[in-house]
C-alpha cells in the first residue's frame, strides 16, 4: 500500500511539472492537474 501511494505522490508531482501543451496531450487542464495533485496520496 506504501508503494502505491508514494507511486500517486511522484505521479501527481510529475503532473504539475508538465507544460500545458503535455498536459492537453494528455486530455487534462492546469486546474484539473492542480486538483490531482492537491488529493491525498491515499485517494485515488
Keep these: 500500500m506504501i508503494r ?3 507511486l500517486r505522490a511522484e505521479e501527481r508531482r ?3 511539472g508538465m507544460p500545458d ?3 492537453r496531450d494528455i486530455g ?3 486546474s484539473e492537474a ?3 495533485a492537491r ?3 491515499w485517494r485515488a
Excluded: D, G, N, Y
Design 39 to 41: 488529493k491525498p496520496v
Design 14 to 16: 510529475e503532473l504539475l
Design 28 to 30: 487534462i487542464s492546469r
Design 21 to 23: 501543451t503535455e498536459l
Design 34 to 36: 492542480r486538483h490531482a
Design 4 to 6: 502505491l501511494w508514494r
